[in-house]
């Protein structure tokens, strides 16, 4: 899938471009608009991908779905094209230097983050040129792209709608079996279900996500399924608070991530980010009590 002869149409002028390792992180699919102006979005998928795109036809601008590595690590290799990023994190979108304290803490973690990031997906600092909010409108001629703030996942997270065939662009609300990802401190589940559901009444026909690619079956169900995974992941961390737990005994456990290939620091300290979430709903449910930096069920 290295060459653009992989390109996927979409719709007439709109193509996904697949990312290395099918576009499974470290990578993620881009996408790709063909005609006046030739657009991409997002440029996680890979440097041979990228190179193949830039032998064929120079890119003339980069869009930016939101500040997460793995969308924008090579927005660097555009240099000299507008780059267009969500105005909600302009104050660290695409600062090397900045985003390793976002995405994790200062010092220790930050530092193994740039590390990996750096190591992984070959990212560089590249500022964007321009930003976007909601309801925006990329105007292409053939292919018109709404954007769709959805925060949740990041506080800056969009998506795009072409609406004459109903074509969402979700980026990371992927549709994945892995399920929704938000383990920063900025990640808010109340807000990606919320975000969620404003895609749900969009009616789209079919999805493209980041991770998973074209989606044009069982479209509402596929959403619907992807929201009930906070419920599921509510019961899931029920089940280990029979009796009380620290925060560390449940990181422990894994019950999300189902354990550390990978960068264990790093995924350690984002499983804990999305336990904390669940722990601070469920307390506010009065459905767990904490005492003592302990969790338990509350008893009935």
């Known amino acids: 899938m290295q060459n653009v002869n992989a390109l996927t149409e ?35 998928c890979g440097a041979r991908v990228i190179a193949a795109l830039q032998r064929e036809q120079a890119v003339d601008m980069v869009i930016a779905s939101h500040s997460h590595p793995d969308h924008t690590a090579l927005n660097w290799k555009f240099d000299g094209a507008p780059i267009h ?6 104050d660290t979108f695409g600062r090397f230097d900045l985003l390793g304290e976002r995405f994790t803490e200062p010092g220790e973690l ?3 983050w740039r590390n990996y990031v750096g190591a992984m997906m070959r990212y560089q ?15 292409f001629g053939k292919v018109k792209l709404v954007v769709i703030h959805t925060p949740g996942h990041t506080v800056d997270h969009t998506c795009l709608f072409e609406p004459t065939h109903g074509v969402l662009l979700s980026f990371d609300i992927d549709l994945t079996s892995f399920g929704p990802w938000y383990g920063h401190r900025e990640s808010d589940i109340a807000a990606f279900e919320a975000s969620i559901r404003k895609l ?6 079919v999805i493209a996500s980041s991770h998973k690619g074209i989606i044009a079956d069982d479209v509402p169900a596929r959403l619907q399924r992807y929201l009930d995974v906070f419920d599921a992941r509510d019961r899931i961390l029920l089940e280990l608070l029979p009796r009380a737990q620290t925060l ?19 995924l350690r300290y984002w499983e804990g980010q999305m336990i904390r979430k669940h722990l601070a709903r469920l307390i506010e449910r009065e459905v767990v009590a904490e005492r003592d930096g302990e969790f338990a069920q509350r008893e009935t």
Not at 248 to 266: C, H, I, M, R, T
């Open 10 to 44: 979409i719709v007439p002028g709109l193509c996904l471009v697949p990312g290395e390792n099918n576009g499974r992180f470290p990578f993620a699919h881009s996408f790709l608009v063909e005609g006046a102006t030739r657009a991409l979005i997002d440029t996680g």
């Open 248 to 266: 560390d005994a449940l990181v422990n456990a894994s019950p999300f991530y189902q354990g550390y290939p990978y960068a264990e620091k790093l």
């Open 200 to 205: 749900m009444a969009l009616q789209p026909r």
């Open 110 to 112: 930050a530092a193994a």
């Open 125 to 139: 600092t590249a500022l964007p040129t321009h930003t976007f909010a909601d309801g925006h409108v990329f105007d």
């Open 85 to 90: 990023a969500p105005q909600y994190s302009a």
